[in-house]
Protein backbone atom coordinates (compact mmCIF):
# COMPACT_ATOMS: atom_id res chain seq x y z
CA UNK A 1 0.00 0.00 0.00
CA UNK A 2 1.66 3.54 -1.28
CA UNK A 3 0.85 6.40 1.23
CA UNK A 4 1.08 10.02 0.52
CA UNK A 5 1.83 10.96 3.94
CA UNK A 6 4.26 14.28 2.75
CA UNK A 7 1.58 15.43 0.38
CA UNK A 8 0.52 18.84 1.80
CA UNK A 9 -2.58 17.99 0.31
CA UNK A 10 -3.54 15.86 1.15
CA UNK A 11 -2.22 16.02 5.01
CA UNK A 12 -5.24 16.07 7.34
CA UNK A 13 -3.47 17.56 10.64
CA UNK A 14 -2.02 21.21 11.52
CA UNK A 15 1.56 21.72 11.86
CA UNK A 16 0.63 22.55 15.52
CA UNK A 17 -0.34 19.34 16.49
CA UNK A 18 -3.59 20.54 17.34
CA UNK A 19 -6.58 18.81 15.90
CA UNK A 20 -8.94 20.33 13.37
CA UNK A 21 -12.09 19.00 14.94
CA UNK A 22 -14.29 21.21 12.45
CA UNK A 23 -12.92 19.83 9.08
CA UNK A 24 -13.36 16.46 10.15
CA UNK A 25 -17.05 16.92 11.84
CA UNK A 26 -17.94 18.09 8.56
CA UNK A 27 -17.13 14.83 7.00
CA UNK A 28 -19.00 12.58 9.84
CA UNK A 29 -22.50 11.97 8.05
CA UNK A 30 -25.70 10.10 9.30
CA UNK A 31 -26.76 7.41 7.27
CA UNK A 32 -29.60 4.21 8.26
CA UNK A 33 -29.34 6.32 11.54
CA UNK A 34 -25.26 6.07 12.19
CA UNK A 35 -22.78 8.51 12.07
CA UNK A 36 -20.56 7.75 9.55
CA UNK A 37 -17.73 8.35 7.38
CA UNK A 38 -16.92 8.16 3.41
CA UNK A 39 -14.13 6.00 2.56
CA UNK A 40 -13.21 8.60 0.24
CA UNK A 41 -12.94 11.42 2.69
CA UNK A 42 -11.58 8.60 5.52
CA UNK A 43 -8.35 7.39 2.43
CA UNK A 44 -7.90 11.39 1.97
CA UNK A 45 -7.10 12.31 5.54
CA UNK A 46 -5.13 8.88 5.91
CA UNK A 47 -3.17 9.85 2.66
CA UNK A 48 -3.81 7.10 0.71
CA UNK A 49 -5.82 6.50 -2.47
CA UNK A 50 -9.14 4.99 -1.92
CA UNK A 51 -8.48 1.33 -3.77
CA UNK A 52 -5.92 1.27 -1.73
CA UNK A 53 -8.19 1.70 1.52
CA UNK A 54 -10.56 -0.42 0.74
CA UNK A 55 -8.54 -3.22 -0.52
CA UNK A 56 -7.09 -3.50 2.94
CA UNK A 57 -10.72 -3.39 3.92
CA UNK A 58 -11.51 -6.65 1.84
CA UNK A 59 -8.27 -8.15 2.92
CA UNK A 60 -9.49 -8.26 6.54
CA UNK A 61 -13.37 -8.24 6.13
CA UNK A 62 -13.74 -10.01 9.48
CA UNK A 63 -12.90 -7.14 11.47
CA UNK A 64 -15.08 -5.09 9.74
CA UNK A 65 -18.60 -6.32 11.06
CA UNK A 66 -22.04 -4.65 9.31
CA UNK A 67 -21.87 -2.18 13.15
CA UNK A 68 -18.45 -1.18 11.85
CA UNK A 69 -18.37 -0.95 8.12
CA UNK A 70 -21.31 -1.48 5.77
CA UNK A 71 -21.31 -0.60 1.51
CA UNK A 72 -23.83 1.87 0.54
CA UNK A 73 -26.96 0.85 -2.28
CA UNK A 74 -27.04 2.55 -5.17
CA UNK A 75 -30.49 4.01 -4.39
CA UNK A 76 -28.40 5.68 -1.26
CA UNK A 77 -26.00 7.05 -3.52
CA UNK A 78 -28.42 8.82 -5.97
CA UNK A 79 -30.28 10.44 -3.36
CA UNK A 80 -27.27 11.33 -1.27
CA UNK A 81 -25.21 14.60 -1.88
CA UNK A 82 -22.57 13.19 -0.18
CA UNK A 83 -22.41 9.76 -2.43
CA UNK A 84 -22.45 12.40 -5.35
CA UNK A 85 -19.31 14.17 -4.18
CA UNK A 86 -17.31 10.56 -3.63
CA UNK A 87 -17.86 10.55 -7.31
CA UNK A 88 -16.79 14.01 -8.43
CA UNK A 89 -18.28 16.64 -10.49
CA UNK A 90 -19.85 15.41 -13.24
CA UNK A 91 -18.88 11.94 -13.09
CA UNK A 92 -21.01 8.29 -12.00
CA UNK A 93 -20.05 6.22 -9.49
CA UNK A 94 -18.61 3.03 -10.71
CA UNK A 95 -18.03 0.88 -7.29
CA UNK A 96 -20.49 1.50 -4.25
CA UNK A 97 -18.67 3.22 -1.73
CA UNK A 98 -17.74 2.10 2.25
CA UNK A 99 -18.67 3.75 4.92
CA UNK A 100 -17.51 3.35 8.46
CA UNK A 101 -19.02 3.98 11.88
CA UNK A 102 -17.35 5.07 15.34
CA UNK A 103 -15.84 1.05 15.93
CA UNK A 104 -14.62 0.52 12.30
CA UNK A 105 -12.86 3.51 12.12
CA UNK A 106 -11.02 3.10 15.04
CA UNK A 107 -10.35 -0.73 13.26
CA UNK A 108 -9.15 0.79 10.54
CA UNK A 109 -5.84 1.97 12.55
CA UNK A 110 -5.14 -1.83 13.47
CA UNK A 111 -5.18 -2.51 9.03
CA UNK A 112 -3.69 0.26 7.73
CA UNK A 113 -0.89 -0.01 10.62
CA UNK A 114 0.43 3.33 10.14
CA UNK A 115 1.66 6.40 12.11
CA UNK A 116 -0.85 8.65 9.91
CA UNK A 117 -3.57 6.50 10.54
CA UNK A 118 -2.92 6.22 14.40
CA UNK A 119 -2.68 9.84 14.61
CA UNK A 120 -5.65 10.81 12.43
CA UNK A 121 -7.75 7.59 14.22
CA UNK A 122 -7.02 9.96 17.73
CA UNK A 123 -8.23 13.06 16.37
CA UNK A 124 -11.55 11.56 14.14
CA UNK A 125 -12.25 9.82 17.77
CA UNK A 126 -12.27 12.94 19.64
CA UNK A 127 -14.45 14.54 16.89
CA UNK A 128 -16.90 11.52 16.89
CA UNK A 129 -16.67 12.56 21.06
CA UNK A 130 -16.78 16.66 20.44
CA UNK A 131 -20.14 15.74 18.61
CA UNK A 132 -22.14 13.27 20.87
CA UNK A 133 -20.76 16.44 23.66
CA UNK A 134 -22.82 18.53 21.61
CA UNK A 135 -25.44 17.02 20.83
CA UNK A 136 -26.41 16.04 24.45
CA UNK A 137 -25.43 19.70 25.68
CA UNK A 138 -27.56 20.96 23.22
CA UNK A 139 -30.74 18.77 22.86
CA UNK A 140 -32.88 20.85 24.72
CA UNK A 141 -32.08 23.45 21.48
CA UNK A 142 -32.43 20.81 18.73
CA UNK A 143 -35.99 20.10 20.49
CA UNK A 144 -36.74 23.43 20.40
CA UNK A 145 -36.00 23.95 16.83
CA UNK A 146 -37.80 20.86 15.98
CA UNK A 147 -40.83 22.12 17.78
CA UNK A 148 -40.78 25.47 15.60
CA UNK A 149 -40.01 23.60 12.69
CA UNK A 150 -43.17 21.41 13.03
CA UNK A 151 -45.35 24.80 14.00
CA UNK A 152 -43.88 26.19 10.52
CA UNK A 153 -45.31 23.33 8.66
CA UNK A 154 -48.58 23.43 10.53
CA UNK A 155 -48.31 26.85 9.63
CA UNK A 156 -47.49 26.62 6.00
CA UNK A 157 -50.31 23.84 5.54
CA UNK A 158 -52.80 26.39 6.83
CA UNK A 159 -51.27 29.10 4.68
CA UNK A 160 -51.61 27.16 1.74
CA UNK A 161 -55.35 25.59 2.72
CA UNK A 162 -55.99 29.55 3.17
CA UNK A 163 -54.60 30.14 -0.51
CA UNK A 164 -56.54 27.64 -1.98
CA UNK A 165 -59.97 29.32 -0.57
CA UNK A 166 -58.82 32.65 -1.51
CA UNK A 167 -58.28 31.59 -4.90
CA UNK A 168 -61.52 29.58 -4.98
CA UNK A 169 -63.40 32.77 -4.07
CA UNK A 170 -61.31 34.56 -6.47
CA UNK A 171 -62.58 32.39 -9.31
CA UNK A 172 -65.89 32.53 -8.12
CA UNK A 173 -65.53 36.33 -8.59
CA UNK A 174 -64.65 35.97 -12.05
CA UNK A 175 -67.25 33.39 -13.51
CA UNK A 176 -70.87 33.58 -13.42
CA UNK A 177 -71.27 32.41 -10.05
CA UNK A 178 -70.41 35.83 -8.81
CA UNK A 179 -73.40 37.44 -10.85
CA UNK A 180 -76.13 38.20 -8.65
CA UNK A 181 -79.46 35.90 -8.34
CA UNK A 182 -81.44 38.01 -6.88
CA UNK A 183 -82.10 41.72 -5.90
CA UNK A 184 -83.90 45.07 -6.35
CA UNK A 185 -84.21 47.52 -9.04
CA UNK A 186 -85.10 51.14 -7.74
CA UNK A 187 -86.45 53.48 -8.78
CA UNK A 188 -83.92 55.63 -11.10
CA UNK A 189 -81.73 53.17 -11.08
CA UNK A 190 -82.46 52.70 -15.02
CA UNK A 191 -78.41 52.65 -16.24
CA UNK A 192 -77.87 49.86 -13.22
CA UNK A 193 -81.51 48.12 -14.67
CA UNK A 194 -80.17 47.96 -18.01
CA UNK A 195 -76.23 47.37 -17.71
CA UNK A 196 -77.59 44.26 -15.59
CA UNK A 197 -79.65 42.76 -18.24
CA UNK A 198 -77.06 43.60 -20.52
CA UNK A 199 -74.34 41.05 -18.71
CA UNK A 200 -77.50 38.53 -19.01
CA UNK A 201 -77.30 38.74 -22.61
CA UNK A 202 -73.94 38.85 -23.28
CA UNK A 203 -73.31 35.43 -21.36
CA UNK A 204 -75.59 33.63 -23.28
CA UNK A 205 -73.65 30.72 -25.22
CA UNK A 206 -76.68 29.62 -26.95
CA UNK A 207 -80.21 30.91 -26.76
CA UNK A 208 -81.95 33.75 -25.14
CA UNK A 209 -86.05 33.46 -24.43
CA UNK A 210 -87.94 36.46 -23.46
CA UNK A 211 -91.19 36.51 -21.80
CA UNK A 212 -92.59 39.85 -21.81
CA UNK A 213 -96.03 41.16 -22.63
CA UNK A 214 -94.56 44.86 -23.54
CA UNK A 215 -91.81 45.04 -25.80
CA UNK A 216 -90.43 47.44 -28.40
CA UNK A 217 -87.81 48.36 -30.38
CA UNK A 218 -85.01 48.99 -27.32
CA UNK A 219 -85.57 45.32 -26.12
CA UNK A 220 -84.62 44.32 -30.18
CA UNK A 221 -81.43 46.62 -29.78
CA UNK A 222 -80.69 44.72 -26.17
CA UNK A 223 -81.08 41.26 -28.19
CA UNK A 224 -78.53 42.65 -30.59
CA UNK A 225 -75.94 42.28 -27.54
CA UNK A 226 -75.64 38.99 -27.58
CA UNK A 227 -72.59 36.47 -28.94
CA UNK A 228 -72.80 35.43 -32.75
CA UNK A 229 -74.90 32.17 -32.80
CA UNK A 230 -76.90 32.54 -30.12
CA UNK A 231 -80.64 32.35 -31.21
CA UNK A 232 -83.06 35.02 -30.09
CA UNK A 233 -87.03 35.06 -29.14
CA UNK A 234 -89.77 36.91 -27.97
CA UNK A 235 -93.16 35.67 -26.76
CA UNK A 236 -95.62 38.46 -25.95
CA UNK A 237 -99.33 39.43 -26.03
CA UNK A 238 -100.13 41.00 -29.29
CA UNK A 239 -102.58 42.98 -27.88
CA UNK A 240 -100.01 45.38 -26.05
CA UNK A 241 -96.81 44.54 -28.10
CA UNK A 242 -96.57 46.32 -31.49
CA UNK A 243 -93.87 45.12 -32.98
CA UNK A 244 -94.25 43.93 -35.96
CA UNK A 245 -92.56 46.83 -38.43
CA UNK A 246 -89.82 47.46 -36.01
CA UNK A 247 -88.50 43.40 -36.52
CA UNK A 248 -89.22 43.49 -39.98
CA UNK A 249 -86.58 46.24 -40.42
CA UNK A 250 -84.50 44.97 -37.86
CA UNK A 251 -84.21 41.70 -38.74
CA UNK A 252 -83.40 42.57 -42.66
CA UNK A 253 -80.03 44.42 -40.88
CA UNK A 254 -79.19 42.56 -38.14
CA UNK A 255 -79.03 38.90 -36.79
CA UNK A 256 -82.86 37.87 -36.96
CA UNK A 257 -84.83 37.54 -33.63
CA UNK A 258 -87.80 35.18 -33.66
CA UNK A 259 -91.11 36.98 -32.15
CA UNK A 260 -93.91 34.43 -30.88
CA UNK A 261 -97.37 35.35 -29.16
CA UNK A 262 -98.43 34.03 -25.86
CA UNK A 263 -101.68 35.54 -24.28
CA UNK A 264 -101.37 33.24 -20.58
CA UNK A 265 -98.32 34.72 -18.94
CA UNK A 266 -98.49 37.51 -16.56
CA UNK A 267 -95.21 37.91 -15.46
CA UNK A 268 -91.92 38.39 -17.40
CA UNK A 269 -88.89 35.74 -17.67
CA UNK A 270 -85.55 35.80 -19.42
CA UNK A 271 -84.16 32.80 -20.03
CA UNK A 272 -80.37 32.63 -20.76
CA UNK A 273 -79.50 29.43 -22.10
CA UNK A 274 -81.08 26.64 -19.30
CA UNK A 275 -81.23 29.73 -16.62
CA UNK A 276 -84.46 31.19 -15.68
CA UNK A 277 -84.57 34.21 -14.45
CA UNK A 278 -87.77 35.70 -13.00
CA UNK A 279 -88.53 39.81 -13.37
CA UNK A 280 -90.64 41.73 -11.72
CA UNK A 281 -91.85 43.87 -14.45
CA UNK A 282 -91.28 44.70 -18.02
CA UNK A 283 -87.66 44.92 -19.30
CA UNK A 284 -88.33 48.39 -21.13
CA UNK A 285 -89.03 49.66 -18.21
CA UNK A 286 -87.01 48.68 -15.33
CA UNK A 287 -85.46 51.18 -13.37
CA UNK A 288 -88.89 53.39 -13.44
CA UNK A 289 -89.92 51.73 -10.21
CA UNK A 290 -88.89 49.12 -7.57
CA UNK A 291 -88.87 46.34 -9.28
CA UNK A 292 -87.55 42.67 -8.23
CA UNK A 293 -85.74 39.86 -9.83
CA UNK A 294 -84.13 36.73 -9.21
CA UNK A 295 -83.00 33.30 -10.84
CA UNK A 296 -85.08 30.53 -10.56
CA UNK A 297 -84.24 26.77 -10.38
CA UNK A 298 -86.41 25.34 -12.84
CA UNK A 299 -86.32 23.63 -16.23
CA UNK A 300 -86.92 26.87 -18.83
CA UNK A 301 -88.24 23.77 -21.61
CA UNK A 302 -91.18 23.06 -18.64
CA UNK A 303 -92.41 27.07 -18.94
CA UNK A 304 -91.85 27.40 -22.87
CA UNK A 305 -93.68 24.24 -23.30
CA UNK A 306 -96.65 25.48 -21.20
CA UNK A 307 -97.04 28.79 -23.59
CA UNK A 308 -99.85 29.39 -25.35
Given amino acids: MKGTENNDSLKPV????????????????????????????????????TKRLKEQVRRNLNRFPTDFMFELTKEECLRSQIATLNAGQGK??????FVFTEN????????????????????????FTHMRSFLTSNAHIFKRLETVEHHQLLLQKHQSETDKRIEEVLARLDCSESEPIEGFFF?????????????????AKKRIILIDNYVDDRILKMLDKRKDGVSAMIYTDPRHSHISLDLSRHNAQYPHIEVRNCINVH????????????????IKDLGKKIVAFSQMQQNPDVIVSNLR
Avoid: C, W
Fill in 14 to 49: TDSGQSTLLPIENLIHVIRGQQVMLDSDLARLYGVE
Fill in 92 to 97: HLKYMP
Fill in 104 to 127: GIAMLSSVLKSETAIEVNIRIMRA
Fill in 187 to 203: EGQIFDAYTLISDFVRK
Fill in 267 to 282: DRFLIIDDTVYFIGGS
